[in-house]
């Protein structure tokens, strides 16, 4: 069965695990037995039923009713697996929304009609951030519409605040698509709602399943295998993520980066058994015809012809959550790699999507800058590879942001 994963994306208390509570249920993904157990719980806070109960894993959750940490949970539908990646909506947990929308190519963003909630600056920030990460098609749950009695005016006036911004930070016409729902009641989801005849258009997990793109690996593209250590110190048998292309036993077209030394693949092991040939998004063991001279972890095998360049000065468009300090530094496939300069091309507003000159980087918004280490790596515009095109920011040791090449 093939998995399609999807970003859960959207403010806090907006219904994002209360849908995929609902989803498990509607679907029958989800046990008689922990069904009963978030009865339980909700009678001992004195609180009706909350399908989210079903999803959230820790009690501060329940008692707190946000969620801390990324969750997922599996739902099949047809031939595939729906992974919704569940991830939180509130600033101070925001790089966690980071690390989950990097899985999905397919965002589900829930923003509440409810009154008084509505399309918020951190709906905007989500969206701007799962744009930058790779994020190609976008459906939009409009969710609680109960509480504002089904009224299709209501579903219009969201979808219009949203879609100029939407538009603007780089999606697609035909990648975007708008569903009325109502995750608490159910409502829009598995089947048409009878409380909403006006919306013509197909329930929730259809449009998902239309929309969500089969996440196939390219396996077309040049080599790349970003290598992570030797195995059990063994120096003649090498371990790393193929991300891109196919590589084939016996193939000696084939160099590493930066040492920029040929060499030969004598033997592939992929989950344990010996293969003749792996595709892009497997884990490999691979046996060399040589050491590898250097550090292995972050060195790049590619082809000897279709290599990246090793480059000091980069270009690329950042995210940050924290001011940059002085002293502050990328983490790029697990090396740590100082920064020497950082020059602002062009500040990005990301509640907006504006653009200003601004040369002052503020948390939560964005800019394209050229970044200079003190040291080479190699790298590949985000577009072409996501793994050798994405980094992470630390400023004074603490996690300060995100950056993809240009």
């Known amino acids: 069965m093939i998995v399609r994963n999807i970003t859960m994306l959207g403010h806090k208390d907006h219904g994002k695990s209360t849908l995929i509570g609902s989803m498990l249920m509607l679907t029958n993904s989800v046990t008689k037995a922990r069904i009963r157990e978030a009865k339980v719980y909700s009678k001992k806070l004195h609180k009706s039923f909350e399908p989210a109960f079903i999803l959230d894993s820790f009690h501060e959750e ?3 009713g946000l969620t801390i940490d990324i969750t997922r949970a599996e739902i099949p539908y047809r031939d595939v697996a729906f992974s919704f990646i569940d991830v939180p909506g509130h600033e101070e947990l925001i790089k966690n929304m980071i690390s989950g929308a990097s899985y999905a190519s397919t965002a589900l963003l829930l923003v509440s009609a409810k009154k008084d909630e509505g399309i918020r600056d951190q709906t905007k920030r989500h969206l701007y951030i799962a744009r930058m990460l790779g994020i190609r098609n976008l459906v939009v749950a409009v969710n609680k519409m109960d509480t504002v009695r089904y009224k299709e005016a209501r579903f219009s006036e969201m979808r ?3 879609l100029p911004f939407i538009n603007k930070i780089g999606f697609g016409e035909d990648a975007v698509k708008f569903v009325p729902i109502s995750a608490y009641r159910g409502e829009g989801i598995v089947s048409k709602s009878g409380n909403m005849k006006w919306y013509k258009g197909e329930p929730l997990i259809e449009t998902l399943y239309a929309m969500s793109a089969d996440e196939s690996n390219d396996s077309s593209g040049p080599v790349r295998v970003i290598l992570q250590g030797f195995l059990d110190g063994k120096k003649d048998l090498i371990v790393g ?5 196919t590589l084939r036993e016996g193939e000696n ?3 590493t980066i930066p040492q920029n030394e040929r060499i030969k693949i004598k033997g592939i092991i992929v989950n344990g058994k010996r293969v003749k040939k792996a ?3 497997e884990p490999v063991a691979l046996q060399l015809d040589k050491k590898i001279s250097g550090e292995a972890r972050g060195s790049i095998i590619c082809g000897f012809l279709y290599c990246p360049i090793p480059k000091s000065t980069i270009t690329a468009r950042i995210f940050l959550t924290e001011m940059l300090g002085k002293d502050f530094s990328i983490k790029f496939n697990g090396i740590d790699l100082p920064v020497k300069s950082i020059k602002v091309n062009r500040y990005i507003d990301t509640t907006t999507g504006e653009a200003s000159s601004k040369k002052a980087i503020e948390p939560l918004n964005a800019a394209d800058a050229t970044i200079s280490l003190e040291s080479k790596v190699p790298v590949e515009k985000f577009d072409e590879t996501r793994e ?8 004074r040791g603490k996690f300060a942001g995100i950056g993809t090449v240009l």
């Open 62 to 64: 329940r008692t707190g």
């Open 160 to 162: 219009d605040g949203l």
């Open 241 to 245: 993520k193929l991300v891109r292309g």
């Open 253 to 255: 077209d084939i160099c």
């Open 279 to 281: 595709v892009a998004g």
């Open 388 to 395: 050798l095109g994405r980094f992470v920011l630390y400023s």
